[in-house]
């Protein structure tokens, strides 16, 4: 996951990150979206945060990740890095299949145990 270059879109300045399920993104949803959203960022995955430990349920379970913008299609925010909030949910596209936490390719070293 580090060093992945993303479209972060972030909903507002207390940051959410949306990410659309696979395949999702068509020019018409991104249209949508950047209608809706007050920052939208090219962005680098730093540093994933500490894992919730469990699912996304009753209770919202979040993880943070830091993420050092490149450049701004939408807004601007000052400072070195963005940190966003991301849904952990069970089978979700970005959820790890088996832990409670955001899937991460096995070269990366970041996130929680």
């Known amino acids: 996951m580090k060093g992945?270059?993303?479209?972060?879109?972030?909903?507002s300045a207390v940051v959410h990150a949306e990410v659309p399920a696979k395949g999702a993104c068509t020019p018409a949803r991104f249209k949508k979206v950047r209608n809706q959203s007050q920052y939208i960022a090219v962005a680098i995955v730093?540093?994933?945060?500490?894992?919730?430990?469990?699912?996304?349920?009753?209770?919202?379970?979040?993880?943070?990740?830091?993420?050092?913008?490149?450049?701004?299609?939408?807004?601007?925010?000052?400072?070195?890095?963005?940190i966003a909030s991301h849904y952990v949910v069970s089978g979700s596209s970005i959820a790890d299949l088996e832990k409670p936490q955001l899937a991460r390719p096995s070269y990366s070293s970041l996130g929680g145990s």
């Open 46 to 82: 730093d540093r994933v945060l500490s894992p919730p430990g469990y699912w996304s349920g009753m209770f919202a379970a979040m993880q943070l990740v830091q993420y050092k913008p490149i450049s701004f299609i939408k807004g601007h925010v000052n400072g070195p890095s963005l």
């Open 4 to 11: 992945a270059v993303i479209i972060l879109v972030l909903l």
